[in-house]
Structures are given as structure tokens and as C-alpha cells.
């Protein structure tokens, strides 16, 4: 891939496009996690904890992480009485 820069999603390392977006790179690395991502059940920083966005530009060597947020939907069943 002519122009591709490595960065390292958790613990994988992908080839994408220099400018790529950080959408890009999960795709690659962890495609289950995609839509996860765009529905803001996980928590998506980079190498310094600092928040992304899925659209940021991607530089050679990037860091993300990607994690389950413990936000809970509200429970209509156990949080109607709180």
C-alpha cells in the first residue's frame, strides 16, 4: 500500500492511508468494534488517554485504545423507582 503509515489499534498494528481517519483503522483492526464505536459504547483514546474522534486524522505510529464504557442504558425495569 503505496503512502500507508502503521498505527496500532489496543494491541494490532494496521497499515492505512497517511491522513486516514481513526474509523479506518478500527475497521481494520478490530471490525467488530466499528459499530460499537459509532453508537458510543466504547471509549476511544489515544496512546495518551486523551479522547478521538472517529473521524480524526491518523498520523504514523498512532496509538488508540478502545474500550467498553460501564455507562448502562437506563432500566426502565430497576430505574423507574430511583
Known amino acids: ?44 483514546t489515544d496512546g495518551r488517554g486523551l479522547p478521538v474522534a472517529l473521524e480524526d486524522p491518523l498520523s504514523a505510529g498512532a496509538i488508540l485504545r478502545v474500550a467498553r464504557t460501564s455507562r448502562r442504558e437506563p432500566n426502565s425495569e430497576t430505574d423507574a423507582g430511583a
Not at 503509515?5 to 468494534?33: H, K, Q
Open 1 to 44: 500500500m503505496p503512502g500507508a503509515i502503521p498505527v496500532f489499534v489496543n494491541t494490532r498494528s494496521v497499515l492505512v492511508p497517511a491522513g486516514a481517519p481513526v474509523r479506518e483503522a478500527i475497521r481494520l483492526a478490530e471490525p467488530a468494534l466499528l459499530p460499537m464505536c459509532e453508537a458510543g459504547q466504547v471509549v476511544l
